[in-house]
């Protein structure tokens, strides 16, 4: 069986800060020792770090707290953390997520926890039955991981274990964007894309052969049993004529 999504509470309140992109990155977050997450864009500097240590002339977002998903999660996975912020959306919490090389992490208002509590519990519960089989070869691929086995390796050996084309061209996905530096979860999406049209495309396949299929079953079975009914009664009423005039 899959094991349980289990949800991990950091200790205290957490900001979400933005600076100029040209910013060098403060002093105030470089030197922190709990949870910091620095990120660069060409439009900005965003930071995530203990509100206790920003500024008050920093423009930020106050009064986060995080969680993050218990254990590590393999690269393969895909689904959790839409999962879980699909959860917190339809309970009307707003969240703020990222991750790392290890696992998710969930920020939501202070305000909202009990109702991120309650809508992150029901998701855990789901996941404990979402296929057990797949699940136990993600958990091979995790072990052999933490033995020192590189992750394209042990992604490998999942395809091969599996023998499932699809398998195939999901890692094939995994190990080329970890390679290009690209990124995973946009090439996961346009991956899951590609599935849904092949499965689209063999089932509208297998409809079209239903036609074909049937026509065995119709000529040994259904047309024969029209026939007896339709022309029945007319051979009858020839039998019965043709005795009358040989009587005659």
Not at 33 to 46: G, H, W
Not at 95 to 121: G, P
């Amino acid at each position: 069986m899959a094991e349980p999504l289990v949800m991990e509470w950091i200790a205290g309140r957490f900001a979400v800060c933005r600076l100029a992109a040209s910013a060098d990155v403060p002093a105030w977050a470089s030197g922190a020792t709990e949870l910091v997450s620095i990120t660069r864009s060409d439009a900005e500097l965003s930071i995530v770090v203990s509100e206790d240590n920003v500024p008050d002339e920093v423009t930020a977002e106050r009064g986060w707290v995080a969680m993050r998903v218990a254990g590590k999660l393999a690269f393969p996975i895909v689904g959790v953390l839409a999962k879980l912020t699909g959860a917190l959306a339809d309970a009307g919490v707003s969240v703020f997520a990222f991750s790392t090389y290890d696992t998710d992490y969930l920020m939501v208002k202070a305000t909202d926890a009990e109702r991120a509590v309650a809508a992150l519990q029901r998701v855990g519960d789901e996941m404990d039955q979402v296929h057990p089989v797949l699940a136990e070869e993600l958990k091979l691929v995790t072990l052999e991981s933490q033995m020192g086995i590189p992750r394209s390796e042990s992604l490998d050996n999942f395809a091969t274990r599996t023998g499932i084309d699809e398998a195939r061209s999901l890692v094939g996905v995994v190990n080329q964007a970890e390679r290009f530096g690209t990124s995973i979860a946009r090439a996961l999406r346009r991956q899951s894309d590609a599935l849904r049209v092949k499965r689209r495309q063999a089932a509208e396949e297998k409809a079209q052969q239903t036609t074909v299929k049937l026509m065995l079953p119709l000529i040994l079975f259904i047309f024969p049993a029209i026939f007896v009914v339709l022309g029945g009664p007319a051979a009858l009423t020839m039998m019965e004529a043709l005795k009358t005039s040989n009587l005659g």
